[in-house]
Each structure stands twice: as structure tokens, then as C-alpha cells.
């Protein structure tokens, strides 16, 4: 049954059902969503809770561990972590990717009302939850500045005003405004001139909040009118809460500000932000899961002129960073290169037909395949992305391969004298099976890279649905539109009507032709020599697949770095203020910056802070993002008072818990004093290690406190209670929220505290006194701390971990060029078994690192079920359990020719090149397939002897083994020597389609014609 002939004898219906194809393929991409990889998300929640004033342990004991123990009941969780710092804990939950978000956010609500009744009284609101990934980059960067407002003014109108609004565009996730904090009047209390008129801290309180009232007062009816009672309850300037009376000593009457300082502020006085050397605020914008960039992005560009007009004209608001400039540079790059590709493969065929013609078809059928591909996108939902579209680029060189072997099967007939309609339906038939067999075959190939599981498995079924729709919209144009074309397009050329070039052309191929005829005798003749490198090529194989060098993803160039600032645990919020700014100018003077912003002084903790960098264009700097993290190394270590971890942003970011390198390792333990002890052991260690750089940890235990212990019986006798010690404490220490003042748009707060020039020392602790009743005391002033409470200084954690619900301590490090993954994973491995920590310390990579290591076992099984699968298929096929050996034995030649690539090119194995490998077990075969098919055909129809068989065969299908690897060999070209944006992810794919087709070229022309002989004749003695 001859397939083809209905659209051979139907040129016109053909010719339109192809337009069809093209048409709906070329509105699809139009609807098609543009991102920088398939959408794949963790489900991720972030739960948020507060309690000012608390320690980190107190943090940590009475609020992350009840709602731990909650949350970790929740069906579907993969990993809970949890960071407690002063006043503040994060906990980041992420699902399993079969989990349901909103699911999920369901559970998380029940199990943190569940855990309310063990929370702490004084919590003053429930702890929240977003549905956002922390240690995800941010998509948009957006900065306040102005030589009129204060920093405070700004973050008011950030918060008030753009968060609120930004924070409601859809496919925004979350907006973090930091640099500065809210407006507040603060009152900056003389302790010594309070204690001298007899009063105390919770006198001022008192008064503040005496003075304020936002009770209902009613309303006066009259007749037929109604008023409202007004009152002036609220105070909203520094100057009326000042006057605020505080006592009456005689008939002279004391106020608030004969005893503090009452003005304009922050609300928070240790916290700063800068932006290119400017004081500024940051509004980082992170999207919700499975929103896509560019969409938030533009949604958000659409509502800024509403926002900028509702802001003073006085106040820049720059956009510092946006993602999606680099997405959309990386996509347009990845199309020329495609288009690139498309045109390399065509002049292939020219190259080796030399005829426009011919040359013409295939310059149909690919770009129809392509385009015809989205359309089926479209369906499935997926997006224009580096992946999809890299897929479609490798489609390129393959694609071309069905047509390539029906026309030139086709041309031989014609080449024999045959009409073109007859030659176009013969040739059809001839060549049918042997299409679907490399269609099926090449397809099946994907099918394990498709049903792959895990973040490593979602990336890449996007990949291989794609490549599967295009070879299956290949397959059927090469049995349709290809054959229909050449028995319209094809004419038969009589040499005296050939060109120069064309003669020139044909000559080469004959000597070409000629050279292999002599070869391959002579590798025959040879069989056990042609064995030998057979079964060397195996070998080195296996030497090459241990040697080559493991990675994960490649890192990528987004234009964007992003890190962390690290003080001394003992660092002052001004010694850290200080270091950011330096940071921030040395950072500004490399020529590759385009926009700094840093900030410090948030989520609780004063010696920490966060700092993001956007690059200049790619094209207008010298060196990568990793290049330029290098570079910055040694003017940033030359900053006195804090260190700075970067990291290059990326597109595939595994885990919930930010850190300051890009690979972690986790230590987890069941007491906090065992992490307390091996924590900087293995921290030291780590950083010895070679090619390891940025090595930090987020063990911070090493904070200075000042411990009182409470004479119990004395407070007791002066009237006093450990409560009522503790809230004067936080009156004059905490900058502790005396009173609320509501406005219209927003709520604002008094800041109570101790002037900060007498806060600066524990000694500063003599200062404060109590107000005690009289008669229990015995006395009629306020009473010193000093009189039942003695102080001692130590150490105390400034931050606490928890990985599930154990301690944690993570190490967070960055490698140099050249150390591979795999390698780095090898030494720390080592490095914890030669530490000989207890056993009840557990060491795990987590984040990136984790998803490596599984991926890393995973590739194996991901390999051999591709050769089972292929084997399975082709055997169906051929109804035989030999031939399918045969041509699998192709396959050995090109992992050798993919290793040696990437060895000589520098690169790693990670899963880019891991699926080049896949892809070349389709693409390899190929030349064995149309071998074979043409043996057995010889065998059967015309009694040949196996090797005069196998010998024609491989001389008559020399061309068309020719065409299909150099085709899917040049297309790969651009892919392998690219340099534009997101070229990283493609090189390894380039590189290793290119190596092993090259290798795999020049041994199966001799290898498999061999092992064909060896397998028939084991398969004839098996025979009865």
C-alpha cells in the first residue's frame, strides 16, 4: 500500500492542506506566551510572623516550632525551612509538583489557625502567607529617589501608595519595599532627666497613650438634623505629642518634651538603602507561581504612569532592573539562531544536489514543519522559550532528514530514466518504511526524557513534546507533501545541461564515493580489525562517561546579580551603613554596572543585607556575569566592616532558602549545641577546599547580649514584676510602638525609646530606672535597674535555623571556572566523612545541589530506557531480536565523539548535554536504519549474499547518510558557537550533537556494516 499516491495524484489538495498547516502554525506563535524556560514552579508558600522585640531563640521556641509542627502534617510537603531573627520568622514550605497551590494554601491556613492557641499572647497579628518562592530573583527592580523627601517620606509613599497598587497587578506575587522605613514621630526620652522629676518610662507611655482616643463619641440629635461629636483625639505632629503632660510637680506643669526629644522619623532607625551611591527605597517585585514574566512585567509597566503621577513630581522613580529585557533578548536570539539553522541545513542540500530544484523542496518542508509545530504548542499550552525553541532548532537538522531520503530516493529513479510522477510514486513507496522506521524510532527516544519526573523532568517535557511534534509533522509532510513536490518540481538532468558548478559538484561526491567504495572493501576484508576499534570505541566509552566533568544546568548570563551582605555578628547598625555604602561605590566603578541597589538593616537582623545588580547590554561589556563576580572579588574584599556574596541570577532556581552562593549544604542535628560545635568546623572546611569561593553560612550564633538576672524577691518587695521590668526595657531599648495614628491611607506609629546617644553600651543599662509604689518600696523616687538586676556579657544567636523541624546550619558557596558540580560535590561528600562528625549530625545538599544529585542517579536509567525503548521499536519493526543490536551499535561512536567534545571544549556533562546524548541516539541510528533496509530488501528480493548486500546498500545510501548527519551537524552549528544572550543553556547541546555526529560519521560508514555480518551470521546459526 502506497501512502503517498493519493497526494501525488492530488497536488492542489495537498498544496492547501499545507498552507492550512502554515497558516494556523503562524497565528499560534503569535498567541504563544514569550518566558525564559518552560513555566515550572515548586508550589511554594511563605509563611511570615512577628514579634517585636523577641530574641531569636524566643522567636524560634515559642513561634516556628508550634507552627512547624502544624504545617509539617500537611500531605505533599518536600522540604520546610524556617529562619528566626530578632522580632521576625520565615518559614518556606515547598510542595511536591503534583501539589495544587491553592491546595496547598488551603492547608496551610487551617494548620496556622491549629497552631494559634500555642502561639504567644502578645503576637500582635497572625502570621501570613504568600504564594512565593524567597529565594526566587526578583522580576523588576524599582527605586525611589529624591533631593526634597527623606528616605522615610519615600518608604511612605512606596508602601502606601505603589506596593498596594503593584502588588494587585495580576501575576504579581509579592512586593518588598526596603531602605528605609515608615514615618513615625519619635520621642527620644532622657532617662537621667526623667528619673530626676520622679518618673519612669511607663509614665511617658502612658501619657502618650492617655492623650490619644479613638473611641465612638456619638452624635447630638436636633430636630430634623444630626450631627456627629468630633474631638481632637488624634495628634499627628511631633509638637502635640511634646506638650502631652506628663505630671504636675507644685504649679509647674511637666511635659513630654521638657524630658524628651519629640520629632519627624523613621519608625525604625536601623535600616538604610542605596541606589547608585544614592539614599534610596526598593520596591522588588517577585512574581506569583506560574504567572509568566513578561506578561507581569508589562501589566506592571502599564500602571506606573498612574503611579508616578500619584507620587511628587520631586520623587524619581527608576526602573533599575527588568527581567524581561534579557528574557525577550534571549528569545530573539535563540530565533536567529533558528533561522540560521534552518538556512545551513538548506544549503546542504544544495551543496550536495547542486540543483535549485531539489534544493526547494526541503526549503518548504522544514520551515512547514517548524511552523506548523507551534500551532500544536498552542494546544498544549506551552511558550516561546529558550527550550521550545531550542527544540525547534535541533528539529532543523532533523526534520530535514525525512526529506532528504524520499527526494533522493526519488532523484535516483529519475537519474534512471523514469517520468516524475512514476519515479515520485515508486520512490514513496520504496522509501516509506524506512521513514517510519526512523520516525518511530527517533520518537520513542523521547519518550523517557517526557516521562521524566522531578523540576529536572518538567523542564524537559516541554523540550521533547516539542522535538516529538515536529518530527511528527515531518514524518507526515516527508509521505505527503515531499513526494507530491517532486513529481511536480523534480526534473531528470542530462549532464550536457549541467552547469560548471554543477559538474564540479558531481564529480567531487563521484571521487568522494569512489574513496569509501575502496574503505569500506577493505574494512570488510578486514572484519576483525574494523571489530577491534568496534569494541575500542566501547571501551573508551566507558573511560570518557567517568572522566568527563558532572554539571547540573550551565550557569546563565540573565544581566542580573544578585547577593547578600554579611557583617560581624557583633556589627552596629552604623558600622554596617557605613560598609554598604562602600559597597555600593565599589561596585559602581566596574564598567560592566549598570544600576546598583543595596539595602541593610531588615528582617530583624542589623549585620545582614541585600544587594542586586543589573548589568549593561551583554554586547557592550567585556565579560559574563560570572566574570564580572570575579572581578568584583577583590575591590569588595578590600571593604573594611561586612563581606559580599554574589551570585548570578538564574532561570532554574531549586529550593525555598536563599542563601549567599548558589550551591548549599546542610547540616541538621537534634541539639542546637552539637551545630554549635561542628557548624564552624565544617565551615572552615569547606572554605579549604579548592575552587570553592564565596563560602559563607548562615549560622549566626556569635551575637553579643548583655544577660540580666533578676533579683526575684527584691522586685517583688519594690512592687515590680518581671513583665513590667521587661516592657520598660522594651520602652527604652526596642523602639517599641507606644501609640497608633490613622490617617487615611495608612496607619502610623509613635516610637518610644531612650535617646540613642545614651543607648550605646550596656553601661547605658545604669540608666534606666523604675516607678515603684511607695509603700512597697519604701522610698519615694524611681529605682535604678542596678538596685535588683546585675548584668553579664556573652554571646547569643542572632539567627536560628530549622530544616524540618530539627536545627540546621546551611553552607552556602559559589564555584570557580573549571570546578565542575559533580567534582564539588565529590570533595564536601569527602570532606564530612573525614570530619567524623557524629552521627547524629546528618548532612544533605539541599536547593540546587539536592535536584543534581537525584538527577545524577536518574541519568542511567534515563539512557538505557531510551535504548530499550528504540530496541523495542525497532525490533517490532523488523520482526527480528538482531537487526535492532545493529543498529544501536552506531550508538557507542557517538557518546565518544559527545565526550570528547565537551572535553575539548571545556564544558560540562549536565542535562543540556544529557539530552544532547538522547537526541543522538535517534540521530545516529539513522545511518543504520536506511543501511539495513536496503540490505535485507536485496537479500529477500534479489537473493543477494549478505555482504554484497550490506555493500550496495552502504554505497547506495552513502549520499543520503551523508546529507541527513551533516544537515543535523551544521544545525547544530549555531547552538554550539553562539554568544548571545542565554547561550549557556544551548552550548552543551551544540557541542555534543556536533562531537558525536562527527565521531559516529566517520566509524558506523565502517563499523555497522561489520557488525551486520557478525549478527546475520549468529543469526543463521540460531535459525533452524
Not at 511554594?44 to 521556641?61: H, K, V, Y
Not at 501570613?128 to 530573583?137: C, E, G, I, S
Not at 574513496?515 to 576484508?525: E, F, I, P, V
Amino acid at each position: 500500500m502506497n501512502l503517498s499516491a493519493p497526494f501525488i495524484r492530488r497536488p492542489i489538495g495537498t498544496t492547501l492542506l499545507l498552507a492550512a498547516l502554515v497558516l494556523a502554525g503562524a497565528v499560534a506563535y503569535t498567541q504563544l506566551p514569550v518566558s525564559p524556560l518552560p513555566q515550572v514552579d515548586f508550589p511554594t508558600l511563605s509563611i511570615a510572623a512577628q514579634l517585636p522585640g523577641a530574641s531569636a531563640e524566643i522567636m524560634a521556641a515559642t513561634v516556628a516550632t508550634p507552627l512547624e509542627r502544624q504545617l509539617g502534617r500537611i500531605a505533599g510537603l518536600t522540604e520546610m525551612t524556617s529562619t528566626s531573627a530578632l522580632g521576625t520568622t520565615a518559614i518556606t514550605m515547598q510542595f511536591d509538583l503534583s501539589r495544587s497551590i491553592d491546595g496547598a494554601a488551603r492547608d496551610v491556613q487551617a494548620a496556622i489557625q491549629a497552631a494559634r492557641a500555642l502561639l504567644p499572647a502578645n503576637l500582635p497579628s497572625d502570621p501570613t502567607y504568600r504564594k512565593v518562592n524567597p529565594a526566587d530573583a526578583p522580576i523588576m527592580i524599582l527605586t525611589l529617589t529624591s533631593d526634597t523627601y527623606s528616605t522615610a517620606q519615600l518608604y511612605d509613599f512606596a508602601s502606601t501608595i505603589m506596593a498596594q497598587r503593584i502588588s494587585q497587578v495580576d501575576g504579581v506575587g509579592q512586593v518588598t519595599v526596603g531602605g528605609a522605613a515608615s514615618p513615625a514621630v519619635r520621642v527620644e526620652v532622657d532617662p537621667t532627666a526623667l528619673a530626676g522629676a520622679g518618673l519612669a518610662m511607663t509614665d511617658v507611655r502612658a501619657a502618650i497613650q492617655g492623650g490619644l482616643s479613638n473611641l465612638a463619641r456619638g452624635q447630638i440629635e436636633r430636630g430634623p438634623t444630626v450631627a456627629d461629636i468630633l474631638t481632637n483625639g488624634q495628634l499627628l505632629r511631633p509638637e502635640d505629642y511634646g506638650a502631652l503632660v506628663l505630671a504636675f510637680d507644685g504649679g509647674r506643669i511637666l511635659r513630654i518634651r521638657d524630658v524628651a526629644r519629640v520629632v519627624d522619623g523613621p519608625q525604625n532607625l536601623r535600616t538604610a538603602g542605596y541606589s547608585d551611591g544614592k539614599p534610596s527605597v526598593a520596591l522588588v517585585i517577585f512574581r506569583a507561581p506560574g504567572a509568566n514574566i513578561i506578561r507581569t512585567v508589562d501589566n506592571v509597566r502599564a500602571a506606573l504612569p498612574q503611579l508616578r503621577a500619584s507620587i511628587p513630581e520631586a520623587v524619581d522613580a527608576t526602573i533599575i532592573f527588568d527581567r524581561t529585557a534579557t528574557i525577550r533578548a534571549s528569545v530573539s536570539d535563540v530565533q536567529h539562531t533558528l533561522v540560521l539553522s534552518v538556512v545551513l541545513v538548506v544549503l546542504v542540500v544544495f551543496v550536495f544536489l547542486v540543483d535549485v530544484r531539489a534544493t526547494f523542496i526541503p526549503a518548504v518542508a522544514v520551515p512547514a514543519s517548524l511552523i506548523g509545530t507551534f500551532a500544536v504548542m498552542y494546544l498544549f499550552g506551552f511558550s516561546i522559550d529558550n527550550l521550545s525553541l531550542m527544540a525547534i532548532t535541533v528539529a532543523a537538522g532533523f526534520v530535514i532528514d525525512d526529506a532528504i531520503v524520499v527526494m533522493e530516493n526519488i532523484t535516483r529513479h529519475l537519474e534512471e530514466g523514469k517520468r516524475p510522477v512514476e519515479a515520485a510514486l515508486l520512490g514513496a513507496s520504496e522509501i516509506g518504511f524506512t521513514v517510519l522506521s526512523i520516525s518511530l524510532s527517533l520518537l520513542v527516544v523521547f519518550t523517557p526524557v517526557i516521562a521524566m519526573g522531578g523540576i529536572v523532568g518538567r523542564l524537559l517535557r516541554e523540550f521533547g513534546v516539542t522535538l516529538s511534534i515536529a518530527i511528527s509533522i515531518s514524518m507526515v509532510l516527508s509521505l505527503t507533501v515531499t513526494p507530491m513536490m517532486c513529481a511536480i518540481v523534480l526534473r531528470y538532468r542530462r549532464d550536457a545541461r549541467l552547469r560548471w558548478y554543477q559538474r564540479a559538484s558531481l564529480r567531487g561526491f563521484d571521487r568522494l564515493l569512489a574513496g569509501y567504495r575502496r574503505t569500506l572493501a577493505w574494512s570488510l576484508r578486514h572484519r576483525v580489525f574494523t571489530l577491534l576499534v568496534f569494541l575500542a570505541a566501547l571501551a573508551l566509552n566507558v573511560v570518557l562517561v567517568v572522566r568527563v566533568p558532572k554539571g547540573f544546568f550551565p550557569v546563565q548570563d540573565t544581566g542580573m546579580i544578585f547577593g547578600a551582605i554579611r557583617g560581624p555578628q557583633d556589627a552596629s547598625f552604623e558600622a554596617m551603613n557605613e560598609a554598604t555604602k562602600e559597597i555600593v561605590d565599589a561596585i559602581r566603578r566596574d564598567p560592566a554596572i549598570d544600576h546598583v541597589a543595596a539595602f541593610t538593616g531588615t528582617a530583624g537582623s542589623t549585620n545582614t543585607g541585600n544587594i542586586f545588580i543589573s548589568l549593561v547590554p551583554k554586547g557592550q561589556r567585556d565579560a559574563s556575569a560570572l566574570g564580572v563576580i570575579g572581578r568584583l572579588r577583590g575591590p569588595l574584599a578590600q571593604v573594611r566592616g561586612a563581606s559580599t556574596y554574589l551570585q548570578p541570577a538564574q532561570d532554574v532556581r531549586v529550593g525555598g532558602r536563599p542563601g549567599g552562593g548558589q550551591y548549599q549544604y546542610t547540616l541538621r542535628a537534634d541539639r542546637v549545641e552539637e551545630l554549635s560545635q561542628w557548624g564552624p568546623r565544617f565551615l572552615a572546611g569547606v572554605q579549604q577546599l579548592p575552587g570553592f569561593v564565596d563560602v559563607s553560612s548562615d549560622q549566626q550564633n556569635g551575637g553579643l547580649r548583655a544577660f540580666l538576672t533578676y533579683d526575684r524577691t527584691t522586685a517583688a518587695r519594690l512592687g515590680l514584676t518581671v513583665q513590667a521590668i521587661d516592657s520598660t526595657l522594651d520602652s527604652a531599648f526596642g523602639q517599641s510602638l507606644a501609640a497608633v495614628m490613622y490617617r487615611q491611607r495608612n496607619q502610623y506609629y509613635v516610637v518610644l525609646e531612650a535617646a540613642p546617644s545614651l543607648t550605646r553600651s550596656p553601661a547605658d543599662l545604669a540608666n534606666i530606672y523604675f516607678r515603684t509604689p511607695a509603700p512597697a518600696a519604701g522610698a519615694n523616687g524611681p529605682t535604678p535597674l542596678a538596685s535588683f538586676a546585675t548584668s553579664d556579657l556573652g554571646t547569643v544567636p542572632l539567627q536560628i535555623n530549622h530544616t524540618g523541624l530539627f536545627p540546621s546550619v546551611t553552607v552556602s558557596f559559589n564555584l570557580a571556572p573549571g570546578l565542575a558540580v559533580g567534582d564539588a560535590t565529590r570533595r564536601v561528600d569527602e570532606l564530612h566523612g573525614e570530619l567524623g562528625m557524629p552521627a547524629t549530625i546528618r548532612g544533605a545538599f539541599s536547593g540546587t545541589l539536592e535536584a543534581f544529585k537525584e538527577s545524577l542517579a536518574n541519568e542511567p536509567i534515563l539512557v538505557l530506557t531510551a535504548l530499550l525503548a528504540v530496541y523495542l521499536v525497532l525490533g517490532i519493526l523488523y520482526e527480528s531480536l538482531i537487526h535492532p543490536l545493529t543498529i544501536l551499535s552506531t550508538l557507542p561512536s557517538a557518546s565518544v565523539g559527545a565526550m570528547l567534545a565537551l572535553l575539548l571544549f571545556g564544558a560540562e556533562f549536565d542535562i543540556v548535554a544529557l539530552v544532547g546524548i538522547v537526541l543522538l541516539i535517534g540521530i545516529v541510528k539513522k545511518n543504520a536504519i536506511m543501511m539495513i533496509d536496503f540490505a535485507l530488501v536485496a537479500e529477500r528480493e534479489h537473493g543477494a549474499t549478505p555482504q554484497d548486500a550490506i555493500f550496495e546498500a552502504c554505497l547506495l545510501r552513502f549520499r543520503p547518510i551523508m546529507m541527513t548527519t551533516l544537515a543535523a551537524l551544521f544545525g547544530a552549528v549555531p547552538l554550539a558557537f553562539g554568544t548571545g544572550l542565554g547561550s549557556e543553556m544551548r552550548r552543551p547541546l551544540g557541542i555534543t550533537i556536533i562531537g558525536g555526529l562527527a565521531v559516529s560519521q566517520l566509524l558506523t560508514l565502517y563499523t555497522t556494516p561489520v557488525l551486520y555480518l557478525y549478527l546475520d551470521r549468529l543469526r543463521r546459526r540460531r535459525t533452524p
